[in-house]
């Protein structure tokens, strides 16, 4: 047991260098939930466009690759 002491110094300096990395970087529940709800309201709004997309050109008469069907 001779690299004991090295072993544990190791893990404080490891530890002291991931924490520094870390600092700032959590988000607490509040920003997170304001986050999550402006992700879904990109998404949402990133289908609403695609879908209106897909109607105007099904309505065009064009084939759109995405109703393509495999049988």
Known sequence: MTRGNQRE????KNQKKTDAANKGKSKS???LQTQREADAAALR??????????????????SSSSSVTKS
């Open 9 to 12: 110094l190791a893990r404080a």
């Open 29 to 31: 529940g509040q920003s």
């Open 45 to 62: 709004e990133k289908q609403a466009r695609k879908a209106a997309e897909k109607a105007a050109a099904d309505a065009a008469g064009g």
